[in-house]
């Protein structure tokens, strides 16, 4: 299958958040609190894709409520936070397919970091933004050529979309 196909067929997006929505920085203010930035267009995929028909989820080891209040605002119902330690990205995964009744190769998971890969290895279209750690590149088999939290996001929604005459 060439790439173009694996594109065509994506009906569901799954991302990660630090280092895909994000730039993976956090700037943490003197009380404590982690504050992160996100891509607007990243945002107005997010929500074409979803308008258009399209299951999005998000799986993340974080949880900050301005993110999660970000994502539902955008209309993103499947939100799977605090996957870190004993709570594996893959839990969350496999729930996810119960519900969402998804073929596995009609899905793109976008990651960036070790956490990430097991679910990639199970995905239609494991995708990665272009900064993203060598074992994630490795294994995507789409490498975006933007950076994470500076518009991968957008990049991979848009392919598929366009793809599928969803797009504009």
């Given at each position: 299958?060439?790439?173009?196909?694996?594109?065509?067929?994506i009906r569901t997006f799954i991302f990660d958040v630090d280092g895909v929505l994000t730039n993976s920085q956090l700037l943490i203010t003197e009380?404590?609190?982690l504050?992160?930035?996100?891509?607007?267009?990243?945002?107005?995929?997010?929500a074409t894709a979803i308008r258009a028909g399209y299951d999005m989820a998000?799986?993340?080891?974080?949880?900050?409520?301005?993110?999660?209040?970000?994502?539902?605002?955008?209309?993103?119902?499947?939100l799977y936070t605090g996957y870190t330690g004993n709570r594996h990205k893959i839990d969350a995964y496999e729930e996810l397919l119960e519900i969402l009744n998804a073929d596995e190769e009609s899905i793109l998971y976008m990651g960036d970091d070790v956490p990430d890969m097991e679910v990639m290895l199970r995905v239609g279209l494991p995708a990665c933004p272009a900064d993203a750690a060598p074992e994630v590149r490795k294994i995507s088999r789409y490498v975006s050529h933007v950076n994470g939290g500076q518009?991968?996001?957008?990049?991979?929604?848009?392919?598929?979309l366009r793809l599928n005459g969803d797009w504009g």
């Open positions: 299958m060439n790439q173009l196909e694996y594109f065509n067929s009380k404590g609190e504050l992160r930035s996100m891509n607007t267009r990243d945002g107005y995929a997010i998000i799986i993340t080891g974080g949880s900050s409520t301005g993110v999660t209040e970000r994502l539902k605002g955008l209309g993103v119902v499947h518009g991968c996001v957008r990049d991979v929604i848009e392919r598929v």
